[in-house]
T-cell receptor
């Protein structure tokens, strides 16, 4: 079974630029999550999708972050404009609707200079 | 106060030792408890999943949950250098472990 795929793996941008990350979940997993993991901390949930609908985006900084999952499969997370404090690893995870756990991709390491 | 507290370490032990990793939490509504292992520059990997109080064993790994003390543990027996990683506890109030709250992670090194 293929795991969660993410791209790019690394990205360096200057502050105020925009950036987008892509995620392809495990086949058949209806629930998709985006997390932000700052160095030395645990992952923090940004947004959760159930199929193509948003279930929870309470911790998403909506003035600069946006995410979509148009066909209930792949998802894109965008930051515009980026700030220095957005430097982190952005992790995508997926799970079955009533799954026993979440399965994570390798993450995208973002550096904002 | 953070909802989930985890000693960041680092923790260094010799190969073959028994390792104990712990988390405490403040929200009594948490019912689902997980341990993830994260190797450097990789995503977290689910190791153990437990519901409510009790023990669960899987090979060299044992997870314990004590809801009365709001305390969870992961024990690793016969530790191997390949166990060197960051271990994250995570917990959820909801069925299906949907919205997870993670601890900070404990960085573990097993020395040959």
């Amino acid at each position: 079974e293929a795991g969660v795929a993410q791209s790019p793996r690394y990205k360096i941008i200057e502050k105020r630029q925009s950036v987008a990350f892509w995620c392809n979940p495990i086949s058949g997993h209806a629930t998709l999550y985006w997390y932000q993991q700052i160095l030395g901390q645990g992952p923090k949930l940004l947004i959760q999708f159930q199929n193509n609908g948003v279930v929870d985006d309470s911790q998403l900084p909506k003035d600069r972050f946006s995410a979509e999952r148009l066909k209930g499969v792949d998802s894109t997370l965008k930051i515009q404009p980026a700030k220095l404090e957005d430097s982190a690893v952005y992790l995508c995870a997926s799970s079955l609707l009533l799954g026993a756990g979440q399965y994570f991709g390798p993450g995208t390491r973002l550096t904002v200079t | 106060q953070k909802e989930v507290e985890q000693d960041p370490g680092p923790l260094s032990v010799p190969e073959g030792a028994i390792v104990s990793l712990n988390c405490t939490y403040s929200n009594s509504a948490f019912q689902y408890f997980m341990w993830y292992r994260q190797y450097s520059r990789k995503g977290p990997e689910l190791l153990m999943y437990t519901y409510s109080s009790g023990n669960k064993e899987d090979g060299r790994f044992t997870a314990q949950v004590d809801k009365s003390s709001k305390y969870i543990s992961l024990f690793i027996r016969d530790s191997q250098p390949s166990d060197s990683a960051t271990y994250l506890c995570a917990m959820s109030r909801e069925e299906g472990a949907q919205k997870l709250v993670f601890g900070q992670g404990t960085r573990l090194t097993i020395n040959p």
